[in-house]
């Protein structure tokens, strides 16, 4: 039955989200609540976003002290919060292979965009113009706007967009990847573990084939940690289980946890192809966004805050891995097999939980990271209920 608020929502708004019959009015920690009062533990962190949980008490401390503040100036001013932030997220990336600088964006596709564009403007005022192709591998996701959708591999997502950008290919195969590089090539860009395709970690050889055949023919390694970053998995940036050392990431979903902000990192020598007026952005990194994420990067990057992320994401394994087939992801993102993913997630939301749905058979858990054991084992018990079959 349809309710008042979606019968309005039918005749008001674009139908590009499919069914949405569950309407949440308040938050608090892993909780979320609906118009009756009803409690849903949220596994889904707003998409990977909410990593602090919701109506975060510091968070909101910060939002209205900068509210009272200032919000937004534009970036015809120095703005003290990026330059901040910007020291602790290149700090954190910097494994020992040189230094990085950083740019302030709003969303995930906006900071892929931003690295695709880096990618080909480094090969031109380095001397090679004909270096334009980006190799992306199969089941990738980068996001929605005409660059990034052209480095996703969906094709619902793409069907009756074309052309996409021309030289932007997706591989049919990890292994295909490896081979498409070549002198033409710009970039390459990578998911460490793929989440819109099910939670799969790639195979770290295929990863560090892709970065060698890069570095070997010039052309750039892009990580995309949209998801993965701010401690997702149980490290601050994905990448570093993985050992590799990006030439360009990417972020945002956990960044700002639900104000929209995200972030390109670059080693130097790669930003300073943007030169001024190259690229930018009018809300990027405002005084706002920037008081948020310092906040949430302060705490996510604390060594015991991540190890607990460890502790917790394991006890979450052991238990998916008890119940279901098919279990992969790290830290606190997993995917895992059942009989009909739609139907199942309806279930669960009946029995208070949120979860997402990554495909026909597939559902996607990514709790706040402050989930503690109590949040697993109410999890589970909810789970034991349902089964795989529901
Ligand atoms: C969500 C996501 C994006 C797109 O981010 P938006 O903020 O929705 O534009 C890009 N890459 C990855 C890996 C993502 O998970």
Not at 18 to 46: H, S
Request: charged residues 20%; negative net charge; glycine residues 10%.
């Amino acid at each position: 039955m349809k309710t008042a608020l979606m019968q309005l929502a039918d005749q008001v708004l674009f139908q590009n989200y499919g069914k949405r019959d569950l309407a949440l009015v308040r938050g608090e920690g892993a909780y979320l609540y609906d118009g009756d009062g009803k409690r849903y533990l949220d596994f889904t962190a707003g998409i990977a976003v909410c990593n602090l949980g919701h109506a975060h008490p510091g968070v909101t401390e910060v939002i209205e002290r900068q509210a009272r503040t200032l919000l937004h100036v534009s970036n015809l001013f120095l703005i003290e919060g990026q330059v901040a932030l910007a020291e602790k997220l290149t700090r954190l990336a910097d494994r020992g292979t040189g230094p990085y600088l950083a740019m302030f964006v709003n969303t995930g596709t906006e900071a892929n965009e931003g690295a695709l564009k880096l990618a080909r403007r480094y090969q031109y005022v380095n001397g090679h113009p004909e270096k334009t192709r980006v190799v992306a591998l199969p089941h990738s996701f980068h996001g929605r706007t005409m660059g990034s959708l052209s480095v996703t591999s969906n094709p619902k997502y793409r069907e009756g967009m074309t052309p996409l950008v021309p030289g932007f290919e997706v591989a049919d195969t990890y292994e295909g990847a490896v081979e498409m590089l070549d002198e033409q090539t710009a970039a390459c860009i990578v998911e460490v573990v793929q989440g819109e395709a099910g939670v799969r970690p790639v195979d770290q050889d295929v990863l560090h084939r892709l970065a060698a055949r890069a570095k070997e023919l010039g052309a750039l390694f892009i990580v995309d940690e949209v998801q993965t970053g701010v401690g997702r998995t149980g490290r601050f940036f994905g990448f570093e289980h993985f050992d590799l050392s990006p030439d360009i990431i990417t972020m945002a979903k956990g960044l700002g946890n639900g104000i929209p902000t995200g972030a390109i990192l670059a080693k130097r020598h790669v930003a300073e192809a943007f030169t001024p007026g190259m690229h930018g952005s009018t809300f990027g990194g405002n005084p706002f966004a920037m008081a948020v994420a310092n906040y949430v990067v302060d705490v996510v990057s604390d060594p015991a805050f991540l190890e607990r992320v460890r502790t917790v994401g394991e006890s979450l394994r052991q238990v998916l891995e008890a119940h279901f087939e098919g279990v992969t992801g790290l830290g606190l993102m997993w995917g895992f097999d059942v009989d009909d993913a739609a139907l199942w997630r309806q279930r669960a939301a009946e029995r208070g939980l949120l979860v997402t749905v990554c495909g026909p058979k597939r559902i996607r858990v990514v709790p706040p990271l402050i989930v503690e054991d109590k949040h697993i084992e109410e999890f589970e018990t909810i789970v034991k209920q349902m089964g795989r079959a529901v």
